[in-house]
């Protein structure tokens, strides 16, 4: 059983992707082609952003983006430590200072409660992480920015598709920024990103910096970045779209039975989704007490598992010196019970069935010595 089903997406997809790349080779015009295009209008359309533009990862895109606001060394962007280090990697190498407020104990996302008290004189953005695939309380934090006259980007990396409110993720803010790394909901087969806003001004400044700041060709209006992505990957992008609402209904569709079959199951609490919005699960996500044990019976068992994420950043030795006056003990706990489950379109429910049945007998075996035994042997081996 694969974490991520990739292969059985490829299959599936097969001609379109393949006639895709194709029609690139013979056009020739691999960077910034007509696929480009087509694809930013496809993406903007169905996000209902006034503007796409893409870039070369969703970590580009986080930077781009603070480039294009115009950060400037020592301005603070508020965000969750609960999260990729890409979020808060690219407010210092964009000159600023991540400023961490904890999370919901439920839903693992920032808690937008808890955003105001760390407003300072300095403040100039805030970066909420739409984690596992849901969106965080966003009209909260446009509140918060708002009273503020702070700047609002989603890390979307997680969560292309979802919806909020009625709304798509990506079109809720000053920028919503995506990810189309691979195993993210939307991939490509490479490294790939976009942004998205619906300011013009912020568009254009996205579009120079993402070729080195030009606004005519070796006119360098701007500092910027190379950060262009491929139109090879741009046409693997547009043939995926193809099937991306389908995906989507999937995914609805196995996160739901995940949430029936575990709720039978004794020792595990699944991540909230709230009501007024949903989770394309680009990790469907579990928490559970003796994690070591448990994901080493799953993995003796043949059911793969990942940790998103073992150490908020506020503990990683790169960060720790950004942390502030929130403690952010709840990501503190929550760290150490996370455990993802295998999840993608293309998941059956033969396996899905053997992912629960393994989890029930692991979870009965976790707290008892022998079978913590055998779990520790695998983890040595
Ligand atoms: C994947 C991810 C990123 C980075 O995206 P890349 O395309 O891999 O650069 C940033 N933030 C979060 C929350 C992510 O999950």
């Given at each position: 059983?694969?974490?991520?089903?990739?292969?059985?997406?490829?299959?599936?997809?097969?001609?379109?992707?393949?006639?895709?790349?194709?029609?690139?080779?013979?056009?020739?015009?691999?960077?910034?082609?007509?696929?480009?295009?087509?694809?930013?209008?496809?993406?903007?359309?169905?996000?209902?952003?006034?503007?796409?533009?893409?870039?070369?990862?969703?970590?580009?895109?986080?930077?781009?983006?603070?480039?294009?606001?115009?950060?400037?060394?020592?301005?603070?962007?508020?965000?969750?430590?609960?999260?990729?280090?890409?979020?808060?990697?690219?407010?210092?190498?964009?000159?600023?200072?991540?400023?961490?407020?904890?999370?919901?104990?439920?839903?693992?996302?920032?808690?937008?409660?808890?955003?105001?008290?760390?407003?300072?004189?300095?403040?100039?953005?805030?970066?909420?992480?739409?984690?596992?695939?849901?969106?965080?309380?966003?009209?909260?934090?446009?509140a918060v920015a708002a009273r503020h006259g702070l700047a609002v980007i989603e890390d979307a990396a997680q969560s292309f598709g979802a919806v909020y409110k009625g709304r798509r993720s990506c079109a809720l803010s000053t920028f919503g920024a995506t990810s189309f790394f691979p195993s993210k909901p939307l991939g490509c087969y490479g490294d790939g990103g976009a942004l998205f806003t619906d300011d013009d001004s912020l568009a254009q400044a996205a579009r120079e910096i993402r070729v080195h700041g030009q606004s005519a060709r070796y006119t360098h209006t701007r500092l910027g970045v190379g950060g262009r992505l491929d139109t090879i990957q741009a046409a693997v992008l547009l043939a995926k779209l193809e099937r991306f609402e389908w995906e989507l209904e999937r995914r609805a569709e196995i996160g739901e039975r995940y949430e029936r079959l575990l709720a039978g199951v004794g020792g595990v609490q699944r991540v909230a989704v709230r009501a007024d919005r949903n989770s394309v699960y680009a990790q469907y996500t579990v928490k559970v007490d003796d994690r070591a044990a448990v994901q080493a019976a799953l993995q003796a068992a043949g059911v793969p598992t990942a940790v998103h994420y073992p150490k908020p950043l506020h503990r990683q030795p790169a960060y720790a010196q950004y942390a502030g006056t929130d403690l952010c003990a709840v990501s503190d706990r929550e760290a150490a019970r996370v455990m993802s489950l295998p999840m993608s379109a293309d998941l059956s429910e033969a396996d899905q069935d053997r992912v629960v049945q393994a989890l029930a007998v692991a979870l009965k075996g976790a707290g008892s010595a022998p079978a913590a035994k055998a779990a520790s042997a695998v983890v040595a081996h």
């Open positions: 059983m694969q974490f991520i089903d990739l292969k059985a997406q490829y299959a599936a997809l097969k001609p379109r992707i393949d006639a895709r790349i194709q029609q690139v080779l013979d056009h020739g015009q691999y960077i910034l082609g007509p696929e480009v295009k087509e694809l930013e209008q496809a993406l903007a359309r169905f996000t209902g952003s006034r503007h796409c533009v893409t870039v070369a990862s969703g970590t580009e895109a986080l930077l781009i983006a603070l480039m294009a606001l115009d950060l400037k060394a020592g301005d603070e962007v508020i965000t969750t430590p609960f999260t990729f280090a890409a979020t808060a990697e690219m407010i210092v190498l964009a000159g600023g200072r991540p400023v961490f407020a904890d999370i919901e104990g439920d839903t693992c996302n920032i808690d937008a409660a808890r955003i105001e008290a760390q407003v300072t004189p300095r403040t100039r953005a805030i970066m909420p992480v739409s984690l596992y695939g849901q969106v965080p309380d966003m009209d909260e934090i446009n």
